[in-house]
Each structure stands twice: as structure tokens, then as C-alpha cells.
T-cell receptor, first 112, second 114 residues
């Protein structure tokens, strides 16, 4: 299976702390994307990083990509209770219809 | 912009019946649409990829005769779960791509088969 792995599977921190989630994948990619999903809802696109990029920022989000290690990390700074959700990485591949392969996800809980 | 809708949001059906789920791109033309299934506390698994006007490409292990996909226009794709059984109960999510890398996801449809 191409499906990547994320760790940790679950993360619980206090509001205001930083949260770091990691994603590893197995095959060459065109891009890597991070999504957020609130319980029972659809996915919200957070950020896309291309294979030739190493770091990208968007507001309180920072994403890094290390293609040599086939890994990526998502950092959420100054976490808020509203950040409580599941976070998924998804890799976009060169072949075919640019389909996405999702990681297992990290369930993030921000405690007030 | 880039809004994708799904209908219905929830559906309960009896075992043996068929259910149709619609996925629409509201403000863009979707060259490709994708259908995913998500079981509780699990990740999204791609079921199939559909391009407007052509047959869908199914992922390994997904029964194409059970999950019928039609992509009749650049803004509408439908997934029909035929002869549904309780094990088909799941969260079905579609996404649409406008030609770039990013996929825009619908809000999902929760299917419960009794």
C-alpha cells in the first residue's frame, strides 16, 4: 500500500502550546498536502507544498518537507481550542489523475 | 470560491436497496472527481477516479458493479451504492479538481444501512 503513516496517532496539548505532527510516505511525490477534518465533517485544505519546496508558512501553520527522508511535518503554533480536529497528510503523485494518498491521520485535542 | 457540495448529507436505507449520492462543483468546472470512503476513526480511502464523459477508474478491491459512478457533466458526479448491505455503512466523501493540484472536498455523506 502506498498509504503513508502519521505520528503521533493522537496528540493532546494545552491551549497556547505548539503542536507538531509528522507524516512519512513511501514513493516519489509531486506534492504533499495537509488537511483538517472536524468530527463527522468534510476536509478543509490547509496547505500544499511541492516536491521542490522545503518549507512553507500559512498563518500559524508551518510545513516542512524532506524528500530525502520521505517525510513532512506540520507545526501549529499558539494552539487554540478550535484547532481540535483530525489532521491528515496526503501525497499527490505524478502518475495518473494526480490522485491523493492519505495518511492515517493525527487526532489533535487542544485542552483549554 | 471552489465549493463542492454533496447530497444528501445523511441517508438511512434498508439492506438490499440502492442509494445515490450526488457531488457537485458549484463554482468551477471539475475535470476530475474522486470518491473516497472513510470508516470511523480511520483515514480516507480512495474508491475511484472519474473524468467527465468517460468510465471511472476504480481502485483495487473496489467492486465497480456495486459502486456505480457516473460523471455526466463537468459539475456533477454521482455514486450509486447498489444492493447496499450494513458493511457498506460509511462516510462517503467526494472531491473535485479543476486541473491544478488541489482537490476541493465535499462535506461528506453518512450512509447507514439497516
Amino acid at each position: 500500500s502506498q498509504q503513508g503513516e502519521e505520528d503521533p496517532q493522537a496528540l493532546s496539548i494545552q491551549e497556547g502550546e505548539n503542536a507538531t505532527m509528522n507524516c512519512s510516505y513511501k514513493t516519489s511525490i509531486n506534492n504533499l498536502q495537509w488537511y483538517r477534518q472536524n468530527s463527522g465533517r468534510g476536509l478543509v485544505h490547509l496547505i500544499l507544498i511541492r516536491s521542490n519546496e522545503r518549507e512553507k508558512h500559512s498563518g500559524r501553520l508551518r510545513v516542512t518537507l524532506d524528500t530525502s527522508k520521505k517525510s513532512s511535518s506540520l507545526l501549529i503554533t499558539a494552539s487554540r481550542a478550535a484547532d481540535t480536529a483530525s489532521y491528515f497528510c496526503a501525497t499527490g503523485h505524478f502518475q495518473g489523475a494526480q490522485k491523493l494518498v492519505f495518511g492515517q491521520g493525527t487526532r489533535l485535542t487542544i485542552n483549554p | 470560491g471552489a465549493v463542492v457540495s454533496q447530497h444528501p448529507s445523511r441517508v438511512i436505507c434498508k439492506s438490499g436497496t440502492s442509494v445515490k449520492i450526488e457531488c457537485r462543483s458549484l463554482d468551477f468546472q471539475a475535470t476530475t472527481m474522486f470518491w473516497y470512503r472513510q470508516f470511523p476513526k480511520q483515514s480516507l480511502m480512495l474508491m475511484a477516479t472519474s473524468n467527465e464523459g468517460s468510465k471511472a477508474t476504480y481502485e483495487q478491491g473496489v467492486e465497480k458493479d456495486k459502486f456505480l459512478i457516473n460523471h455526466a457533466s463537468l459539475t456533477l458526479s454521482t455514486l450509486t451504492v447498489t444492493s447496499a448491505h450494513p458493511e457498506d455503512s460509511s462516510f462517503y466523501i467526494c472531491s473535485a479538481r479543476d486541473g491544478a493540484y488541489e482537490q476541493y472536498f465535499g462535506p461528506g455523506t453518512r450512509l447507514t444501512v439497516t
